[in-house]
């Protein structure tokens, strides 16, 4: 496995070592000894989640408040432009942001560690992302930025409008501008 670090520190870009012939391919997706050697980390996944979504739509960008969620996110099917955004508050990146395109062929993988919001735009006709957490999923502690605050800037590469939830419509900007 080949870890990289991303542009914000604690988040890495993962890539599997694939075996491939005319048959197709093979990789181990996950290892969690391998993992904890690779990331330095002693984390444990809880949950394992799969999202499917059409072109266009943008979700996120969510995190838990008390009980922050590290997630290794990859795509199994189409390409996502994937977002993470440092939301610790005592963190020298606190509101920079990190993005990156996760596709089906490249089985690049992308380690969030806690305290970062997550989301990603739908580039192909639609994609299915495949993502475990640390922390189970719990809905009164989930919080959501917006995906357009003008003080994070992230740079979506956006076609036409977003297609977004009503939760993802009404996130919250992370700092004043």
């Not at 009164?140 to 003008?150: I, K, N, R, S, V």
Request: charged share 20%; aromatic share 10%.
């Amino acid at each position: 496995m080949k870890v990289t670090p991303a542009a914000i520190a604690d988040v890495l870009i993962i890539e599997p070592r694939v075996l491939g012939d005319s048959r197709g391919f093979l990789f181990e997706s996950f290892n969690q000894r391998d993992f904890n050697a690779a990331t330095g980390t002693e984390f444990t996944f809880v949950q394992d989640n799969h999202s499917r979504s059409l072109n266009g739509v943008l979700r996120g960008l969510h995190y838990q408040i008390s009980q922050p969620q590290g997630k290794l996110v990859r795509v199994v099917r189409g390409a996502v432009f994937d977002v993470t955004v440092d939301v610790r508050p005592a963190s020298p990146t606190f509101g920079q942001w990190a993005g990156l395109e996760l596709n089906e062929y490249a089985h690049r993988q992308l380690w969030i560690p806690p305290g970062f919001a997550h989301g990603f735009l739908v580039l192909s006709e639609s994609a299915d992302v495949l993502y475990k957490t640390t922390e189970y999923y719990l809905p009164t502690d989930e919080a959501c930025l917006a995906w357009d605050d003008p003080g994070i800037g992230i740079q979506w590469p956006l076609r036409a409008p977003p297609i977004l939830s009503s939760r993802d419509r009404q996130g919250r900007r992370l700092k004043p501008v």
